[in-house]
């Protein structure tokens, strides 16, 4: 019953989502003809552009057009991209594997990276080298990442040239292991550098938080070690929290890479939305608004589900434990 | 036990990564020839028919005629031909071993197939007022043919410049969105190997050119669209030879590695007048002000920092050329006399006004190109110290019925035919403005249909001297194309004048080698 | 003998932001093998961080200097955190005061146990440290130890939780034990067992025991030699019987007087004036001399050194000097009994204020399973009166204070406050300006119940703001003043937030808050448990006070049954959401009826070692407790629950 209520949740904010869509974009200053002819929008007629119009299906008012999109969408049509001519969704699946390997691999390494981190904070707390990984943290959290990725592409690619700056693969090289990895490693260093501090000092925070919890106490008074102490009791004390930031932390990483793929002109779906965004490409632009969405929405409630089988537990427990606290 | 299973998973991607790093290994294109890496637009579709310039047409496809460094009609696909006068038919003779890519032989019925599609107002080409006067096309044999026009032309020579398609591929097909343009199959010195969409076209040598082929095995259309990451690209060697900005290109004068090839372009750029606006039916006499109040060597030093020429009409760069005209040099008293003359008077504010309506008109520039949006805003500020309310707007859509005034960018480097007749003249199909002029009408035509090359030099000065008595646009500037290559490259021919974005560097590239 | 611990002159400085705090000054005492030694002091005396001192388990800003401290023969005070790991849990080792936080929630009992075994025999097998953790379990007296460690922390009561602390730190076998407040969060009736299991341990195993506590009862059942500690110095040493006894330092007098088992009834409490002070830096002399009502001149220049009063005995006060004048406060004769007490003023029989009519309220605590918090509860509450409702953890009076104040809809029954029943929707809305005015409550936690970002002026004038009513003096900050001075605080304290106050001072500031509204009916629920003897028999006058001047109703909610048997007038005793018996405090003390009422107060610590030692205590294990019983009177205005058979008085 709470799936299905949980189910018609999920589609009906992706059906106002894709209303939104729809008409902001159709309302958005912007010549979507530009996008399908390309520079001979410009020399058209204003005959040539009705014309032009009319088969494309703009000319008539715009709930008009969105019920027939819906229509479409609805027996899976969703349409053809005016830019590339082919169905949005063999656009998309073609370059949707490079965001995911650069945003899925980015995950993985900012939270293992961030959970080091932060143990490695929390275990020199107040000492030198914690306070200046702080401190190296904030200044790196703060820095703009297309400035990060520019910089890294002038020390690299032009003057050390030993690293590529742009692309997902070299031409002709049909795309190797060893050089699809070649080409990630620059932008996959923007986009740990850009999150990787954020996570990092949530754990450091909450491990620190546990380590002043009484049954830490208790253990030094046994006589265990700090490092007993640190990683069979605070870690285990704090990842639950931290997994249910990584569900919420999906759609912001993998959002986040558009910056990213735009300055290293890496072909995923970052520059392909940023390009439907700005040259009126409406159906590509629906398609990938659709699917962010749907992503966000499933990431909370996944992060949601987490809570709910870590709280309850935690919530009954607590009811217990005022019943029967001093007896 | 935690501790050891993060720090496993840890070392274990670690070492995935460099495991991935070194398999990979060498640098590609080492062993495999020799390769021309070039930084290019994005394309969708390659369709020389339809389209009007692409650069990467040249190497796929050959017309029946091919243009040289002095931009003169040579052979192409048809190694000779005739002109009948009297029929005014011109009729080819094509080459007999030419292939197509897949192997099929060329013929004549593809000729045929190609311009009738072009012709064919259904397709909606750009190229079609080109062929406007073609009457019939008829196929002699399998490598004969002949075009019969109803007015002669001496430009249709240039005009067969255009690609040949085949017909066995294209027959039935839609020519706007067939499936071909994104896999074309061409008679060029290079074949197409691969299209990584959105990031490179990749094309091989065609041994079996049926010309001289090419000495560089590979050529890569790399598509770079942003100018700044075309200069980075070059700097840090991943890209051979690129188009740049001036001020980018001038950071490679003199360095080492590198060759710089200023080229000139018949590419002008100025601002078009509307005459479909009615602003224009009664303000028609305040042009010549317009034009004499354009600093135009400012305008090349400060935006194209000096990569250029001040422009007065539009065959500059052409043999027919008459400088001879008025040049509406810049000349701001003059510019006032003309408007005093024509009634008006200048207000407190500096502006001029004429009969309570102050002068002044709006130009707009399509969005994307920041070279035309800084011409437009600078001619605009000159005009303003005139005393004329210039502004410039930048609209999303083009809209050719209502704007009163665009930048125009585009010219042509053949003949001088190519981009007047169907520009200036009345109701042809390039005339966006609806610039009429009896006189230029029958001037163009005049040099159109003789090939005597004193008459028509004669027609050509008649027609730009009609011009710049009745101005159709207020002629800016031409714009230089720079290209920066590796100096390895041989071959590139620095004398060449360009086309309409610096088109037309390839001509000869099956002479081109690189050095290693 | 050789002594297991010997301490002599230990200090211990905190670094803070504040500057520098001396939280222990000048420590000196030894300990034997097998004793039981206890620390009692109040808050911020500095005994909690001696006993991590001792342990070396302080904060990094903590500086700690000892001319000797000697454990089980070795040095330690050169030792490093290696070195001291080596020790903790095998030598020494020390259980905490809240059993809930000290384990940790993620692991079961057994892990728990299992992993201190470890740490000190770490090559056994796993199934000879199963065995330990079986018999540590059962030395600490856990019931089915078998199915116990495998159940998690949150699944066990508190009692049940302490012990396995216990369990925990004594899986290294060590010589000596430090307990910091090891009863404190425990019932009463638990605590008793507690204590019990480690004199039991003390005799079994031969551990010495350091046991720290503010609860004087806890020193007379438990420890062999006591200490009492103030401002960071030890004041007092001596046996048991000598303490109570024959104390000789006004603070040790003080003290006892405070109990309000010891209080004569009628008479005010005897609370010690003024408060401890903060220690950075402490006062020159004697600490203690600014609230000494004996204090000699001398007290305020120098610290008095230790005094002998006996070769077991020794007493840091000038008054032992011989030079000093004689002093004599007076034999403290503990109370004898219940039947000793002088029977007190009859409550007014005014008409009902409060009246509560079976009384049901339930939580849903998973799917299936509910809790009754409270089940079929009536009583009424007389205008001018004190009713106390006493009952363990778990027992419901909570629930039962906020059901009264309508936070919690209880789900059946009436509860009528001043012929409105409030558990009607439509009736409480409409007289709730009545309502919200006219019954006020105060909390236990006082941190938690004043908001850390107001001033108290403005904490105590928020009821009168929200409730747009004028105040009597005035402004709204003159009024806060008035109440501030009424409940004995100084107006300067208007301007502070209560994180910079003590417990005491939160406690008054949230009576003040409460009395601003001139309320009928004051609703506390525990608001003395948390604060030290001192302090809390300064509340309590208060409210004695209250009642007198201004006939003040209160409904008093505790567990403590000294200061409800000193403050109330009628008691309700509650167990499990029931009310099990009711009746006048006397007669309640006098002649308990029900089994429950009957444990409860054989549970209540008699701060006499002599008696209080080897008393054996009642268990209550939950039956006649049927669905069938019936709450009958069985004498004037005594009622009790049972199963309808009148029973011979006992």
Known sequence: MRALKRLLAFLISLLILSAAVFWIARLAPGDPLASYYGERAEKMSPQQRAQAEADLGLDRPIHVQYIRWLRNALHGDFGISFKYKTDVWQVIRGRAGNTLLLGGLGFVLIFSLALGLGILCAWFEDRPLDRIVCKAGTVLSCVPEFWLSLLLILIFAVYLRVLPSSGAWSIGDGGSAGDRARHLILPMTVVVAGHLWYYAYMIRNRLLEEVRADYVLLARSEGLAKRSILFRHCLRNAIPSYLSIMAIAVPHIMGGTYIVETVFSYPGLGTLSYESARYQDYNLLMVLCLLSGAVVILCNMLAQAVNERIDPRIRARQAVEEVSDRG | MNKFRSLLSLILAAALLTGLCACGGAPAGEDQGSTLVYASGDYTRINPAMDEHGEINILLFDGLTAHDGDNAVVPGLAESWEFDEAACAYTFHMAENARWHDGQPVTAEDVKFTIEAIMDPANGSENAPNYEDVTAIDVLDEHTVRFTLDAPNAAFLDYMTMAVLPKHL????????????????????????????????????????????????????????????????MRSGELDLALLTPRDAEGFAGQEGYAVYDMKTSDYRGILFNFHNPYWTENRDIIPAVCCGIDREAIVNSVILGHGEAAYGPLQRNIYNCPDVDHYDYDPARAEQILTQAGAEKGADGFYYRDGEKLGFVISVGAGDQVRVDIAQAAAQQLRQIGLDVTVDIPAVVDWGGQMAYLIGWGSPFDADDHTYKVFGTDKGANYSGYSNADVDRYLTEARQSDDPAVRAQAYAGFQKALAEDPAYAFICYIDADYVAKDTIRGIDPDKVMGHHGVGIFWNVTEWEIES | MEKLLQVEHLSVTFDGPAGTVEAVRDVSFDLAPGEILAIVGESGCGKSVLCKALMKLLPSNARTGAERLTVDGADIRSFGERAMQKLRGRVFSMVFQDPMTSLDPTYTVGAQIAEAVLVHQPKLSKEQVRRRVLELLALVGVDQPEARAKLYPYDLSGGQRQRVVLAVALAGRPKLLIADEPTTALDVTVQ???????????????????????????????????????????????????????????????????????AAPGQPLYAIPGMPPTLSPPPKGDAFACRNRYALAIDYDQAPPMFRVTDTHFAATWLLDPRAPKVDPGAFEPDTGPAGAAPRHAPPAGEALLDVRHLGCSFRLTKDRSLRAVDDVSFQIRAGEIFGLVGESGSGKSTLARCVMNILRPQSGQIVYKGVDVCDPARARAHRRLLRQDRQIIFQDSASSLDPRMKVADIIAEPMAVNHITPPRGTLREEAAFQLRYVGMDPVYLDKYPPELSGGQRQRVAIARALAMEPSLLVADEPVAALDVSIQAQIINLFKHLQAEHGFTFLFIAHDLAVVRYLCDRVGVLYQGKLVELAPTEELFARPRHPYTKALLAAIPIPDPRRERGRPLFSFDGTCLGAQSVFAQVAPGHFVLGSGEPEAAT
């Open chain 2, 170 to 233: 294209l027959e039935g097909e839609d020519f706007q969105t067939s499936d071909f343009f994104r896999h074309p199959i061409g008679t060029g010195p290079y074949k197409l190997e691969s299209w990584d969409e959105g990031q490179a076209i990749t094309l091989v040598k065609n041994e079996d050119y049926f010309k001289t082929p090419a000495k560089i095995d590979r050529i890569v259309f790399k598509i770079v669209p942003d100018d700044n990451a075309r200069a980075m690209q």
């Open chain 3, 192 to 262: 008793a067992q507690i204590l019990d299991l480690m004199r039991d341990i003390q005799k079994k195993l031969g551990t010495a025991t350091i046991l720290v506590t503010h609860d004087l009862g806890v020193v007379a059942r438990a420890a062999d030699r006591v200490a009492v500690m103030y401002a960071g110095r030890i004041v007092e040493t001596g046996t048991a019987e000598e303490i109570f006894a024959d104390s000789r330092h006004p603070y040790t007098w003080g003290l006892l007087r405070s109990l309000p088992s010891l």
